[in-house]
Antibody
Framework: ELQLVESGGAMVQPGGSLRLSCAVSGFTLEDYTMHWVRQAPGKGLEWVSLIKWDGVSTYYADSVKGRFTISRDDSENSLYLQMNSLRTEDTALYYC????????????????????????????WGKGTTVTVSS | EIVLTQSPGTLSLSPGERATLSCRASQSVNGSSLSWYQQKPGQAPRLLIYGTFTGATGVPDKFRGSGSGTDFTLTIDSLEPEDFAVYYCQQYADSPPRYTFGQGTKLEIK
């Protein structure tokens, strides 16, 4: 069974730091792109960050760029989110999610090269861990 | 950056009725990147539809996705009590890679 279990959420003061963890079981992190998604109390979903299957390429929402760092430990099969310079607006339930990829029909470019195409989505989610930033 | 706007914000229907949820993008979206999720109170989101049309594993056929360009729709046939939840559309962009969610539609029992 594919499972994601987040931990590390806590109450922290503005300007503080926190490190979230996501323990993965049932699949190998190296094979998939992984995401952090957050949900402020009573609000919708906001994509936060992703780390590609290569473990090197990372991307961030503008709202967290320069403050948050996503990483993973393949030996532990765990995903992390280091959050620095926390703000009250970072208060949220933080989910980790696995990216699903399904091949779809590709196409030939102008040079005759066949370009593979894929569907991308988030198919496995953890239950989340709560971060509260408050003085 | 593409903005997804869902309507209505709240949809009140009775069991047995059909629900039609809309997701409009601020610019044309590659349909292969459009997904729908269901979220019940206290639970994580659940993938329903990806690539605009394709049902995720284990999702009943009553959930149908459609649309293209800037207008996408999630249709839920013959509503059952367990279908009342919040529904989000989501779009994937690949340069740079990022995801965007709509603000959600709450489907409530009338």
């Amino acid at each position: 069974e594919l499972q994601l279990v987040e931990s590390g959420g806590a109450m922290v003061q503005p300007g503080g730091s926190l490190r979230l963890s996501c323990a993965v079981s049932g699949f190998t992190l190296e094979d998939y792109t992984m995401h952090w998604v957050r949900q402020a109390p009573g609000k919708g979903l906001e994509w936060v960050s992703l780390i590609k299957w290569d473990g090197v390429s990372t991307y961030y929402a503008d709202s967290v760029k320069g403050r948050f760092t996503i990483s993973r430990d393949d030996s532990e099969n765990s995903l992390y989110l280091q959050m620095n310079s926390l703000r009250t607006e970072d208060t949220a339930l933080y989910y980790c999610a696995k990216e699903g990829v399904t091949p779809r029909e590709g196409y030939y470019d102008g040079s005759g090269n066949y370009l593979k195409q894929y569907y991308y989505y988030m198919d496995v989610w953890g239950k989340g861990t709560t971060v509260t930033v408050s003085s | 950056e593409i903005v997804l706007t869902q309507s209505p914000g709240t949809l009140s229907l009775s069991p047995g009725e059909r629900a039609t949820l809309s997701c409009r993008a601020s610019q044309s979206v590659n349909g292969s990147s459009l997904s729908w999720y269901q979220q019940k109170p206290g639970q994580a989101p659940r993938l329903l539809i990806y690539g605009t049309f394709t049902g995720a594993t284990g999702v009943p056929d009553k959930f149908r996705g459609s649309g293209s360009g800037t207008d996408f729709t999630l249709t839920i046939d013959s509503l059952e009590p367990e279908d009342f939840a919040v529904y989000y559309c989501q779009q994937y962009a690949d340069s740079p890679p990022r995801y965007t969610f709509g603000q959600g539609t709450k489907l409530e029992i009338k």
